[in-house]
């Protein structure tokens, strides 16, 4: 096992005889001497040197022999363990490398170590060869006159792992350059064992023709190496030889193929025909074909069973004893299909044993009619040409058709078609029934008001088959498309000839097929069958919650009514919860909105502060209430406002200016603000000799208190008020300043009033 254990030197040339400790005499250090490199290969090396001991060494002193490896400079070494198991002679080391790199250069030393000091030989390097093209041999292994058998042999891989290998060729012209991978034909080689590979060479290979070969190999380096060439003649032609002839005849499914056979080479043909394919270019036998009779040089087959508007290749072929000739590859495209669409029977005319049936057949451009005509049945509901039927002989694209000799009181299915090249296309069918005698007649049912559970009908008996009716109504069923008295009825106990009823009990959202009927005692006839659909209610769907505005104690929420599940809505709003969810209008708190153009608005209230609530948005229909998908709201937390910066000043005798902000809102609005004040004590809203209310919210505000008692003192503060309650600025006190003496204020004791003269 090699231990990697790298060393950094800070200088190469100090460490050459550098000892770690001082405790063993330099002089007795060993002498070691870096060895050259040799077996250098791209992946290999081995690395050679000698320590000799020193004659003044302790007997029995011993050391650590060992190289120093690395691929990234002179200064920064790998430490490999001890090597004494590869010592070649006395003094003689070895250790050969494995797994290096390619193109790379190595630098390396001897070193012995004594546990105390090491002293370490010269440093040298080598490179490991480089990659290079791969070498690669060729021979032929065999040719005919149409194919060449080649193999190869991967000699050298160039240092890296092979990718791809295979062969070149082209034609050979004089003076021609060997074919590369640029400018020949490649052929993949199938991998052998030990580097062989082997392939055979068929695309556009002709008799008696030179070609120049090369195999290849390519490596992951992207290096490719090639061999040397060689030129190889095919074969003298001996299977069969024919031309291919073009395709005629097509249609969207099928063509005619043409050939002409030229010569069998001497050996009889047994079998000749046509390959095709819609993949390949050039068919073989081994794809898709189809056989002629050997007689004659001209010889053709028709394809069938193919796809339309697709392109196919076909080539003829002939088979002799010595292989399959083949003709020149070329293709057809097919058409697309010529479909004919014919119009739903209209039948007219009905009697006893017979009736009209009209169509008309619409013709794409460049088709062509091949016959059309009417085809019918009494129990195949779509009727076939394969059954009964009667051409119509006329010339365009209408058919009409009397059926004669009936079955009287028969129903019939019949169906219109039309052939054309592509085949045969038909009508949707349509249906009657031959007169019957003493059987009513009935006709289509008029669809009225259809609910939830009820549909109203209406019909009428159009004869009575001159018998009376027995009984007369409707028939209808979930599942049979043409119900019978055998299914459910609504009988009409009326006594005229119209038919009339309302059926009720019936299932919300569901189709139901209806005939309505008419019974005598001849037996009971039928309407046409149609099918209505019940009305289909849903709950209310409800999207698009989402808040516009949410507070401490209250959010404003907004909703889309997307669809009212086709009923009108009897309420919607808004439903929340802390925990729950997926909240509910029975379980937990709800608020009513109005809906306007399919959105509504409410106001959530009764909140709680810093509280997180589960929202739905509900609406309410006469199926249930529709919710929509919950949001998660958190209301706000908010406290008093904040008033700082509250003095007081400038006095007169009447008067004080006063100034304070308001420096928070407390996050909610501020309904009052202004300044209370009092000589008495602090003041307060309720209890102060008078409030100045100022405008605003939050900011400044001053004012100048007036009326005031000259040199007295007053305690002022600033207020605001919001929904949380009153909040006060610190008391700023102030004296007026006194009243300046009038002539009219009483004199002073001991003083006399001087009248002036």
């Given at each position: 096992?090699?231990?990697?254990?790298?060393?950094?030197?800070?200088?190469?040339?100090?460490?050459?005889?550098?000892?770690?400790?001082?405790?063993?005499?330099?002089?007795?250090?060993?002498?070691?001497?870096?060895?050259?490199?040799?077996?250098?290969?791209?992946?290999?090396?081995?690395?050679?040197?000698?320590?000799?001991?020193?004659?003044?060494?302790?007997?029995?002193?011993?050391?650590?022999?060992?190289?120093?490896?690395?691929?990234?400079?002179?200064?920064?070494?790998?430490?490999?363990?001890?090597?004494?198991?590869?010592?070649?002679?006395?003094?003689?080391?070895?250790?050969?490398?494995?797994?290096?790199?390619?193109?790379?250069?190595?630098?390396?030393?001897?070193?012995?170590?004594?546990?105390?000091?090491?002293?370490?030989?010269?440093?040298?390097?080598?490179?490991?060869?480089?990659?290079?093209?791969?070498?690669?041999?060729?021979?032929?292994?065999?040719?005919?006159?149409?194919?060449?058998?080649?193999?190869?042999?991967?000699?050298d891989e160039g240092g890296a792992?092979?990718?791809?290998?295979?062969?070149?060729?082209?034609?050979?012209?004089?003076?021609?350059?060997?074919?590369?991978?640029?400018d020949g034909t490649t052929v993949?080689?199938?991998?052998?064992?030990?580097?062989?590979?082997?392939?055979?060479?068929?695309?556009?290979?002709?008799?008696?023709?030179?070609?120049?070969?090369?195999?290849?190999?390519?490596?992951?380096?992207?290096?490719?190496?090639?061999?040397?060439?060689?030129?190889?003649?095919?074969?003298?032609?001996?299977?069969?030889?024919?031309?291919?002839?073009?395709?005629?005849?097509?249609?969207?499914?099928?063509?005619?193929?043409?050939?002409?056979?030229?010569?069998?080479?001497?050996?009889?043909?047994?079998?000749?025909?046509?390959?095709?394919?819609?993949?390949?270019?050039?068919?073989?036998?081994?794809?898709?074909?189809?056989?002629?009779?050997?007689?004659?040089?001209?010889?053709?087959?028709?394809?069938?069973?193919?796809?339309?508007?697709?392109?196919?290749?076909?080539?003829?072929?002939?088979?002799?004893?010595?292989?399959?000739?083949?003709?020149?590859?070329?293709?057809?495209?097919?058409?697309?299909?010529?479909?004919?669409?014919?119009?739903?029977?209209?039948?007219?005319?009905?009697?006893?044993?017979?009736?009209?049936?009209?169509?008309?057949?619409?013709?794409?451009?460049?088709?062509?009619?091949?016959?059309?005509?009417?085809?019918?049945?009494?129990?195949?509901?779509?009727?076939?040409?394969?059954?009964?039927?009667?051409?119509?002989?006329?010339?365009?694209?209408?058919?009409?058709?009397?059926?004669?000799?009936?079955?009287?009181?028969?129903?019939?299915?019949?169906?219109?078609?039309?052939?054309?090249?592509?085949?045969?296309?038909?009508?949707?069918?349509?249906?009657?029934?031959?007169?019957?005698?003493?059987?009513?007649?009935?006709?289509?049912?008029?669809?009225?008001?259809?609910?939830?559970?009820?549909?109203?009908?209406?019909?009428?008996?159009?004869?009575?088959?001159?018998?009376?009716?027995?009984?007369?109504?409707?028939?209808?069923?979930?599942?049979?498309?043409?119900?019978?008295?055998?299914?459910?009825?609504?009988?009409?106990?009326?006594?005229?000839?119209?038919?009339?009823?309302?059926?009720?009990?019936?299932?919300?959202?569901?189709?139901?097929?209806?005939?309505?009927?008419?019974?005598?005692?001849?037996?009971?006839?039928?309407?046409?069958?149609?099918?209505?659909?019940?009305?289909?209610?849903?709950?209310?769907?409800?999207?698009?919650?989402?808040?516009?505005?949410?507070?401490?104690?209250?959010?404003?929420?907004?909703?889309?009514?997307?669809?009212?599940?086709?009923?009108?809505?009897?309420?919607?709003?808004?439903?929340?919860?802390?925990?729950?969810?997926?909240?509910?209008?029975?379980?937990?708190?709800?608020?009513?909105?109005?809906?306007?153009?399919?959105?509504?608005?409410?106001?959530?209230?009764?909140?709680?502060?810093?509280?997180?609530?589960?929202?739905?948005?509900?609406?309410?229909?006469?199926?249930?209430?529709?919710?929509?998908?919950?949001?998660?709201?958190?209301?706000?937390?908010?406290?008093?406002?904040?008033?700082?910066?509250?003095?007081?000043?400038?006095?007169?005798?009447?008067?004080?200016?006063?100034?304070?902000?308001?420096?928070?809102?407390?996050?909610t609005e501020i309904t009052e603000?202004?300044?209370?004040?009092?000589?008495?004590?602090?003041?307060?809203?309720?209890?102060?000799?008078?409030?100045?209310?100022?405008?605003?919210?939050?900011?400044?505000?001053?004012?100048?208190?007036?009326?005031?008692?000259?040199?007295?003192?007053?305690?002022?503060?600033?207020?605001?008020?919001?929904?949380?309650?009153?909040?006060?600025?610190?008391?700023?006190?102030?004296?007026?300043?006194?009243?300046?003496?009038?002539?009219?204020?009483?004199?002073?004791?001991?003083?006399?009033?001087?009248?002036?003269?």
């Open positions: 096992m090699k231990r990697l254990q790298y060393i950094i030197w800070c200088s190469l040339l100090l460490f050459v005889a550098s000892c770690e400790k001082d405790t063993e005499p330099e002089n007795f250090a060993p002498v070691p001497i870096t060895g050259e490199t040799s077996g250098i290969t791209r992946f290999e090396a081995t690395l050679s040197g000698t320590v000799t001991p020193h004659p003044d060494s302790p007997q029995g002193q011993k050391h650590s022999i060992y190289f120093l490896i690395s691929s990234m400079s002179s200064k920064l070494l790998e430490k490999v363990d001890t090597i004494t198991g590869t010592r070649k002679a006395e003094n003689e080391y070895t250790l050969t490398l494995k797994d290096l790199k390619p193109g790379t250069t190595y630098y390396y030393s001897i070193e012995s170590s004594s546990g105390h000091n090491a002293v370490r030989g010269t440093i040298k390097e080598f490179t490991t060869l480089s990659t290079d093209d791969p070498s690669v041999t060729l021979s032929l292994t065999g040719k005919t006159e149409n194919s060449i058998s080649v193999s190869g042999i991967v000699t792992t092979i990718q791809a290998r295979g062969f070149i060729y082209k034609l050979y012209s004089e003076g021609s350059n060997d074919p590369t991978l640029a993949t080689g199938e991998s052998g064992e030990n580097g062989s590979f082997v392939g055979v060479i068929k695309e556009n290979i002709l008799p008696e023709t030179a070609y120049i070969i090369r195999a290849y190999a390519t490596n992951n380096d992207h290096k490719t190496g090639y061999s040397q060439s060689i030129t190889v003649t095919t074969n003298q032609l001996q299977v069969p030889s024919l031309t291919t002839g073009d395709a005629s005849d097509l249609t969207a499914y099928s063509a005619m193929l043409h050939a002409t056979f030229l010569s069998d080479n001497g050996f009889e043909v047994t079998e000749r025909g046509f390959c095709y394919s819609a993949e390949s270019q050039t068919p073989t036998i081994d794809h898709p074909r189809v056989r002629s009779e050997l007689e004659g040089n001209e010889f053709t087959a028709s394809v069938t069973g193919l796809e339309p508007s697709k392109t196919y290749y076909y080539r003829a072929y002939a088979i002799n004893s010595k292989g399959t000739g083949y003709g020149e590859a070329k293709e057809f495209t097919l058409p697309e299909v010529q479909t004919l669409t014919l119009s739903s029977p209209k039948v007219s005319n009905v009697t006893t044993n017979g009736a009209t049936i009209t169509s008309s057949v619409n013709l794409p451009s460049g088709a062509s009619i091949l016959e059309k005509g009417i085809c019918y049945s009494t129990s195949v509901l779509q009727p076939t040409i394969e059954g009964e039927h009667i051409i119509d002989p006329s010339e365009g694209n209408n058919i009409s058709v009397e059926l004669k000799d009936l079955i009287e009181g028969r129903q019939y299915y019949v169906c219109a078609y039309a052939i054309s090249r592509d085949g045969t296309f038909y009508s949707v069918p349509a249906e009657f029934s031959t007169v019957q005698t003493a059987l009513a007649e009935v006709s289509n049912i008029t669809l009225g008001d259809i609910d939830i559970s009820s549909a109203a009908l209406s019909a009428k008996i159009t004869k009575d088959g001159g018998t009376e009716i027995l009984e007369k109504g409707f028939c209808y069923s979930l599942n049979t498309e043409m119900p019978t008295i055998d299914n459910t009825l609504a009988v009409d106990p009326s006594e005229d000839m119209s038919i009339n009823a309302t059926l009720t009990g019936l299932e919300e959202g569901k189709a139901y097929y209806v005939r309505a009927y008419a019974t005598n005692k001849n037996g009971t006839a039928y309407s046409n069958a149609v099918t209505f659909t019940t009305v289909q209610h849903y709950k209310p769907a409800v999207e698009g919650l989402a808040e516009i505005e949410v507070n401490d104690d209250n959010a404003t929420m907004e909703a889309r009514l997307t669809d009212n599940g086709g009923m009108s809505i009897t309420e919607c709003g808004f439903c929340w919860d802390i925990s729950s969810a997926e909240p509910d209008i029975t379980r937990h708190k709800k608020v009513i909105a109005t809906l306007k153009d399919g959105v509504f608005q409410a106001q959530l209230t009764g909140l709680a502060y810093n509280t997180s609530y589960h929202v739905r948005a509900y609406a309410v229909n006469g199926k249930g209430v529709g919710y929509s998908a919950y949001v998660i709201i958190k209301t706000g937390s908010s406290a008093k406002a904040t008033i700082a910066d509250m003095t007081a000043g400038n006095p007169t005798p009447s008067t004080l200016d006063v100034s304070a902000t308001v420096s928070a809102d407390g996050g603000r202004g300044f209370v004040y009092s000589s008495k004590g602090t003041p307060s809203v309720e209890e102060c000799e008078k409030k100045i209310v100022m405008e605003g919210t939050v900011g400044e505000m001053s004012a100048t208190l007036t009326g005031l008692t000259g040199y007295t003192n007053y305690s002022i503060r600033a207020y605001a008020v919001n929904k949380n309650g009153t909040a006060y600025s610190n008391t700023a006190t102030a004296r007026t300043k006194k009243t300046d003496p009038s002539i009219d204020d009483p004199a002073f004791p001991g003083t006399r009033t001087i009248k002036k003269k």
